[in-house]
């Protein structure tokens, strides 16, 4: 045992994280201060997490440069307790749905999620329109349907693999079981990787398993309805069946592409497969690189043009609006975020709170330290993990919505593998890299997930309390009027993903004079908004529309509708 001494990692590492909080505060808050959804996030988690993780990371270099040079990791390579680990990350995954986040999908992206799957449990890919509301049919489903048929159909504008695999287990079991499934196959991929990369170094096994379990992202994205859960298990199962190579390992790992690429939109896979491609080359595998390039070439030939071409043949050519799944459209559409969005120090800052502390320093010593010659020969898998990672990290597009900054989601397991490569530079005779330190961070990372846990339930709670008092209106049709709150639109929904019911649920802001009125000659209405959504806690923004104030005029000229009441829980 050796005597306490500093942690250069830990206090250089907690120095740059508040270093970089206090950038982002200056440059985000102080100079701009915007009321879009990133900058409220960052100003009630993500700054808040970094600041205590930062400091609480300082604090425990000081003492955590010194431990025991011969720690047992064996436990990193027995299969029982590593798959014990994952087994309960997983059902804190699966719980946390009803108790943290109260089995309410917050965002229009899972809302639509669980709307495939709806669809998809009753044997269809969409819902038809009734008759009766196909005028309103923008009212009820606003935003991510399918432009084919939309006349008379509500289909998703997702492809529909992460809504079937959510289809499935809602017949057999619990929806809810989808992500918890797939953290346990993508965590599992993402250990025989590891020991794959690390055959004689169990500790840094043990690293890249614990940047993954300490992530607050991974635990809490898994617990929605969310594309990204998917996307990082089968990213890691993809990696795990190219390292094994072979016919077998080679043409599994292209099938996983294409359902990778099915998923929800086909482009999301290619920024981490893309560089593999690179690597192939540089390491003259001509018939990998060969295979790989043929199977993304079928992905897009599958998800861009024949599903939409089969879409157009069941439901009927685009209506509302124009299709955009093109290869062009897609390029067009990140040009124009990254012009209009790219904020770095603010988009990171929430990747960065919502997991360990210590993964960003350790990728970057893994990437800084990497074997050159070796890489640029094809001959270190740190090289496209680190391409893809890094690449994507560097776009820093807005994501609206996310637990953790979910656009890097897919690159958790990457940062993880870089994180362990990292930690090998490290541990050298002499060195500081100990158990104590990965101990202290680990504790930093409980501390500073506790918090942004109950942050998110604090935030989530209110909308989900809100969506309850919406269904339980005696009334036939609910307008939702937004004006004033953060994404009150996104309530206009139905009960689990099924667009009809009653009360039918409609967003003010799609509705015109002529429409209002064939619902109050017809139907009891009742109103959701600020009086109510308020005083729920629902997050305020000072907006305002004067088209559906002048809705709102008219309604109360004519005596339509009753204001619903808060629910105060």
């Given at each position: 045992?050796?005597?306490?001494?500093?942690?250069?990692?830990?206090?250089?590492?907690g120095a740059l994280i508040l270093l970089w909080a206090g950038l982002a505060w200056v440059a985000e808050i102080l100079l701009r201060d915007g009321q879009a959804i990133a900058y409220y996030l960052f100003r009630t988690q993500d700054v808040q997490a970094l600041l205590m993780g930062g400091g609480a990371l300082m604090l425990a270099g000081l003492f955590a440069g010194g431990g025991r040079t011969g720690t047992n990791w064996r436990w990193a390579r027995d299969g029982r307790m590593v798959g014990a680990l994952i087994l309960l990350f997983a059902l804190l995954a699966?719980?946390?749905?009803?108790?943290?986040?109260?089995?309410?999908?917050?965002?229009?992206?899972?809302?639509?999620?669980?709307?495939?799957?709806?669809?998809?449990?009753?044997?269809?890919?969409?819902?038809?329109?009734?008759?009766?509301?196909?005028?309103?049919?923008?009212?009820?489903?606003?935003?991510?349907?399918?432009?084919?048929?939309?006349?008379?159909?509500?289909?998703?504008?997702?492809?529909?693999?992460?809504?079937?695999?959510?289809?499935?287990?809602?017949?057999?079991?619990?929806?809810?079981?989808?992500?918890?499934?797939?953290?346990?196959?993508?965590?599992?991929?993402?250990?025989?990787?590891?020991?794959?990369?690390?055959?004689?170094?169990?500790?840094?096994?043990?690293?890249?398993?614990?940047?993954?379990?300490?992530?607050?992202?991974?635990?809490?994205?898994?617990?929605?309805p969310y594309a990204m859960t998917a996307h990082f298990a089968l990213n890691m199962v993809w990696l795990a069946l190219v390292l094994r190579g072979g016919a077998w390992g080679h043409g599994a790992a292209g099938l996983v592409a294409l359902i990778l690429a099915g998923l929800h939109q086909y482009h999301y896979p290619f920024p981490f497969l893309l560089p593999f491609l690179f690597w192939f080359a540089l390491g003259r595998r001509w018939g990998a690189l060969a295979f790989h390039a043929g199977v993304l070439g079928l992905a897009i030939l599958i998800w861009a043009?024949?599903?939409?071409?089969?879409?157009?043949?069941?439901?009927?050519?685009?209506?509302?609006?124009?299709?955009?799944?093109?290869?062009?459209?897609?390029?067009?559409?990140?040009?124009?975020?990254?012009?209009?969005?790219?904020?770095?120090?603010?988009?990171?800052?929430?990747?960065?709170?919502?997991?360990?502390?210590?993964?960003?320093?350790?990728?970057?010593?893994?990437?800084?330290?990497?074997?050159?010659?070796?890489?640029?020969?094809?001959?270190?898998?740190?090289?496209?993990?680190?391409?893809?990672?890094?690449?994507?990290?560097?776009?820093?597009?807005?994501?609206?919505?996310?637990?953790?900054?979910?656009?890097?989601?897919?690159?958790?397991?990457?940062?993880?593998?870089?994180?362990?490569?990292?930690?090998?530079?490290?541990?050298?005779?002499?060195?500081?890299?100990?158990?104590?330190?990965?101990?202290?961070?680990?504790?930093?990372?409980?501390?500073?997930?506790?918090?942004?846990?109950?942050?998110?339930?604090?935030?989530?709670?209110?909308?989900?309390?809100?969506?309850?008092?919406?269904?339980?209106?005696?009334?036939?049709?609910?307008?939702?009027?937004?004006?004033?709150?953060?994404?009150?639109?996104?309530?206009?929904?139905?009960?689990?993903?099924?667009?009809?019911?009653?009360?039918?649920?409609?967003?003010?802001?799609?509705?015109?004079?002529?429409?209002?009125?064939?619902?109050?000659?017809?139907?009891?209405?009742?109103?959701?908004?600020?009086?109510?959504?308020?005083?729920?806690?629902?997050?305020?923004?000072?907006?305002?529309?004067?088209?559906?104030?002048?809705?709102?005029?008219?309604?109360?000229?004519?005596?339509?509708?009753?204001?619903?009441?808060?629910?105060?829980?």
């Amino acid at each position: 045992m050796t005597g306490s001494r500093p942690s250069w990692l830990l206090l250089i590492s907690g120095a740059l994280i508040l270093l970089w909080a206090g950038l982002a505060w200056v440059a985000e808050i102080l100079l701009r201060d915007g009321q879009a959804i990133a900058y409220y996030l960052f100003r009630t988690q993500d700054v808040q997490a970094l600041l205590m993780g930062g400091g609480a990371l300082m604090l425990a270099g000081l003492f955590a440069g010194g431990g025991r040079t011969g720690t047992n990791w064996r436990w990193a390579r027995d299969g029982r307790m590593v798959g014990a680990l994952i087994l309960l990350f997983a059902l804190l995954a699966w719980s946390g749905n009803y108790w943290l986040l109260e089995g309410y999908a917050l965002s229009r992206d899972e809302q639509v999620a669980k709307f495939g799957a709806a669809a998809m449990e009753q044997g269809w890919l969409g819902w038809q329109i009734p008759r009766q509301w196909v005028e309103y049919r923008r009212a009820i489903m606003p935003e991510f349907f399918s432009p084919f048929g939309a006349d008379h159909v509500w289909s998703s504008a997702y492809l529909p693999l992460n809504s079937a695999f959510r289809a499935f287990w809602g017949l057999v079991a619990d929806e809810a079981l989808a992500g918890p499934v797939l953290l346990v196959a993508g965590l599992t991929a993402l250990w025989r990787v590891a020991l794959r990369l690390f055959p004689d170094r169990p500790d840094a096994v043990a690293v890249t398993l614990l940047m993954a379990l300490c992530s607050t992202q991974l635990l809490v994205t898994g617990m929605t309805p969310y594309a990204m859960t998917a996307h990082f298990a089968l990213n890691m199962v993809w990696l795990a069946l190219v390292l094994r190579g072979g016919a077998w390992g080679h043409g599994a790992a292209g099938l996983v592409a294409l359902i990778l690429a099915g998923l929800h939109q086909y482009h999301y896979p290619f920024p981490f497969l893309l560089p593999f491609l690179f690597w192939f080359a540089l390491g003259r595998r001509w018939g990998a690189l060969a295979f790989h390039a043929g199977v993304l070439g079928l992905a897009i030939l599958i998800w861009a043009k024949l599903w939409p071409s089969m879409l157009a043949d069941l439901f009927g050519p685009p209506a509302d609006i124009r299709p955009s799944a093109g290869v062009a459209d897609k390029v067009d559409s990140l040009f124009d975020r990254l012009i209009a969005r790219w904020h770095p120090l603010l988009h990171l800052s929430r990747f960065l709170a919502w997991n360990n502390l210590l993964l960003v320093p350790l990728a970057l010593v893994g990437l800084g330290r990497m074997d050159w010659r070796r890489a640029l020969r094809g001959e270190h898998v740190a090289l496209p993990l680190a391409m893809g990672a890094f690449g994507m990290a560097a776009l820093a597009m807005d994501q609206g919505y996310g637990w953790g900054y979910r656009y890097l989601h897919a690159f958790l397991g990457s940062f993880a593998l870089l994180a362990g490569y990292g930690w090998t530079k490290l541990r050298r005779p002499g060195g500081e890299a100990r158990s104590p330190l990965l101990a202290a961070s680990v504790v930093v990372a409980l501390l500073t997930g506790s918090f942004l846990m109950a942050r998110a339930h604090h935030y989530v709670v209110p909308y989900a309390a809100a969506h309850r008092l919406i269904l339980s209106a005696d009334a036939d049709v609910v307008l939702v009027d937004p004006r004033g709150g953060r994404f009150v639109t996104d309530l206009a929904r139905g009960r689990e993903g099924v667009p009809v019911g009653r009360p039918m649920v409609m967003a003010l802001g799609q509705l015109d004079e002529e429409l209002v009125d064939h619902l109050c000659d017809r139907y009891s209405i009742a109103i959701f908004d600020s009086s109510a959504f308020l005083p729920m806690g629902l997050s305020a923004v000072p907006w305002d529309s004067e088209p559906i104030a002048d809705l709102r005029a008219h309604m109360e000229k004519r005596g339509c509708g009753r204001t619903l009441a808060p629910a105060l829980e």
